[in-house]
């Protein structure tokens, strides 16, 4: 489909984050932009970027604001040639098991914040990412209309983003809700069973998980958010709400079969009887499982010299409820959207890994 947005002027808010990354990298490939201006409290070289991700972001403009202060948003907005078309927010909180004022500081009050400037300048386009987990599950895949009950506290504070983007009158906005998603520069999504994964293999031991093989756990590559992203610039109705899902119809199964393969290790499941037993108590089995691997990968680390890495075995607590993602991602379909990465492939989770250990933040001697 053509595009009447190419050449647009956009401003990528949280941009040196995992996805915005993604996002310059996308736009300056695909020639799509006149200009991109990155806004985040962190930058570049403080974000845990690889090489390539770095040599984009120098060709495009940064800005260092924290958004959580209405004051600060003009001087992310303001630009001396004009105002964006687009703006694209992808600024908030996501680690999981933070406190709510965490999460209302940085993802409820910076949204609100970021939104109301950018009706007030009248954006063509604003794009606000929220995520799957907003969605209460039921035996069939959620839709954008299905019933609502986020069981994350991100989860919980995007959804009340979502219902304050509605109250504000002259916003251009576009929701997208993605599943897990996943990719080079990952440290939230699948990323934590990689580095779980590795750990196992490092003990020589059989992986138990909680749980059985079919709790849903949908997926997303990023460039395929990315892609959604500047597909719902073009072609998405303002006002309205998109999921953004693979094809894969990823299971705790699915996903863990992979880990397994590529770290050449076992799994086995504790099931339904005995995860329910856990769960009367499972902040306890939660750090009795953390203890078990954060151990051995600080010792993995130590031993490879690795003194600094963002990366982590620990699984909040949030992430071991027995709450299915499934998401339906027909509405997008049907406006055209078409999938790049339509499955999870074992050699996608293997790129995850490799790139950090080119960056010497994952131990090599655990390579795929």
Known sequence: MASDWIGSRVLILGGTGFIGRHMVKYLLK??????????????????????????????????????????????????????????????????????????????????????????????????????????????????EDSKLSPWTGIAKYKLQLEEELAKIEGLNYIILRPAIVYGIGDKTGLTPRLVIGAVYRELQEKMKLLWTADLNMHTVHVEDVCHAIWFVINHGQLREVYNVVDKSQSTQGSITELVCSIFHIEHDYFGSVMS?????????????????????????????????????????????????????????????????????REQSLKEVVEDYITMKIFPKSVKP
């Open 276 to 344: 329910n037993l856990a769960k009367l108590n499972l902040s306890d089995a939660v750090e009795e499982s953390n203890d078990k691997h954060t151990g051995p990968w600080s010792e993995l680390c130590k031993r490879e010299d690795i003194q600094h890495t963002p990366l982590s075995p620990y699984l909040d607590q949030e992430l071991l409820y027995n709450k299915h993602l499934r998401l339906d991602g027909s509405k997008l379909e049907k406006l055209g959207f078409e999938l790049v990465h339509p499955e999870v």
């Open 30 to 143: 695909n020639e799509l932009t006149s200009k991109i201006r990155v806004v985040d409290k962190t930058p570049v070289e403080m974000a845990w970027m690889n090489e390539e991700h770095k040599a984009f972001m120098e060709k495009v403009e940064f800005v260092q604001v924290n958004l959580n202060q209405p004051t600060s948003c003009p001087k992310a907005f303001d630009s001396d040639d004009g105002e964006f078309d687009v703006v694209i927010n992808l600024a908030a909180e996501t680690k999981f098991g933070q406190y709510d004022g965490v999460y209302e500081e940085s993802i409820l009050k910076v949204g609100i914040n970021c939104s109301r400037e950018a009706a007030k300048r009248n954006i063509k386009k604003y794009i606000e990412l929220s995520t799957g987990q907003v969605y209460s599950y039921d035996k069939k895949a959620s839709k």
